[in-house]
């Protein structure tokens, strides 16, 4: 039984390109959740969907940051035209139902030089 | 959500138990309280959580205080293994599906 899935485990961008960021939850969770970790920092909600419906995207920045998880495949989280800042690491988790426990992938290291 | 407020560190002794304290004294009625931790350059993971009553697990247990404005996390044989950043959160019911995480306490197991 995978775990939660996230691809590519380090990721490197020059400022002004794309970031993509992939994650497959557990087998039977329909909840996913995104998560930001600046270097030396706490954990920063970003977004969390079921599938094909963002619930709440409270935590993500207003311009640059997307995120989907279609009916079919991963969920992604996408990064329009990264910046420096947006280097740290991005965590996504996943859970069964509501009031569940999260399961958390191993996260991907985004590096923008 | 309510606040929860831990020691930014503790060390510990390889083989010895170990008490994380989490204060909530903001805790309403219907709140669960969970721990998670994060071992270095890892994602979290789920350790426990209770409501009312201890509990306890293969990894750890939880101790609630009968008021439930804190509570404490014990392992009870650290290992070097155990070294990460315990977190203690909140989550209501029918509530705010997301965890917030604080700051956490970073403990350091010495061999």
């Known amino acids: 039984n995978a775990g939660v899935m996230q691809n590519p485990r380090h990721l490197v961008r020059r400022r002004g390109q794309e970031a993509r960021l992939r994650c497959s939850p557990m087998?039977?969770?329909?909840?996913v959740y995104w998560y930001r970790q600046l270097p030396e920092e706490g954990l920063k909600f970003m977004v969390y969907l079921q599938k094909e419906n963002i619930i709440d995207e409270s935590g993500m920045p207003k311009e640059r940051f997307s995120a989907e998880f279609p009916k079919e495949g991963p969920s992604i989280l996408r990064i329009q035209q990264v910046v420096r800042g947006d280097s740290a690491a991005y965590f996504c988790?996943?859970?069964?139902?509501?009031?569940?426990?999260?399961?958390f992938g191993s996260g991907t290291r985004l590096t923008v030089v | 959500d309510a606040k929860t407020t831990q020691p930014n560190s503790m060390e510990s002794n390889e083989e010895e138990p170990v008490h994380l304290p989490c204060n909530h004294s903001?805790?309403?009625?219907?709140?669960?309280i969970h721990w998670y931790r994060q071992l270095p350059s890892q994602g979290p993971e789920y350790v426990i959580h209770g409501l009312t009553s201890n509990v306890n697990n293969r990894m750890a247990s939880l101790a609630i205080a009968e008021d439930r404005k804190s509570s404490t996390l014990i392992l009870h044989r650290a290992t070097l293994r155990d070294a990460a950043v315990y977190y203690c959160?909140?989550?209501?019911?029918?509530?705010?599906?997301?965890?917030?995480f604080g700051k956490g306490t970073k403990l350091t197991v010495n061999p």
């Open positions: 959160i909140l989550r209501r019911p029918g509530g705010s599906e997301k965890l917030v």
């Open positions: 988790a996943s859970s069964p139902d509501t009031g569940e426990s999260y399961t």
């Open positions: 087998k039977g969770h329909s909840h």
């Open positions: 903001t805790i309403s009625g219907t709140d669960y």
